[in-house]
């Protein structure tokens, strides 16, 4: 079983930064994509930011060069976000794809989510 355990989010205000970490825990054998989505009220879920095979970022085109990802430790990614508007106020939800050991034996892939943690950015 693969737990991700999300941390950071709260209110800050227009221009204001925060940061946002995901660590994954259980019986993982690789992560091959970890990062982040979000989700505004009345908008589809859309890409923040990912990273593949531990070096290939990916970061959605409102967000690219205000947010970085970063891989903190061997399992936790870690979102520094920057220059934050209102337009970027969401629940962010961790997401990952990782082999995990299965319980007669081998590796078998998984698409693993977060709970969410709620972003406002707001005066």
């Known amino acids: 079983q693969v737990q991700l355990v999300e941390s950071g989010g709260g209110l800050v205000q227009p221009g204001g930064s925060l940061s946002l970490s995901c660590t994954a825990s259980?019986?993982?054998?690789?992560?091959?994509?970890m990062g982040w989505y979000r989700q505004a009220p009345g908008k589809e879920r859309e890409l923040v930011a990912t990273i593949t095979g531990g070096t290939t970022r990916t970061y959605g085109d409102s967000v690219r060069g205000r947010f970085t990802l970063s891989t903190i430790a061997a399992n936790t990614v870690h979102l520094q976000m920057n220059s934050l508007k209102p337009e970027d106020t969401a629940v962010y939800y961790c997401d990952a794809y990782i082999y995990s050991e299965s319980d007669g034996g081998g590796y078998q892939p998984g698409q693993y989510g977060g709970q969410g943690t709620l972003v406002t950015v707001s005066s």
């Open positions: 259980g019986n993982i054998f690789r992560i091959i994509r």
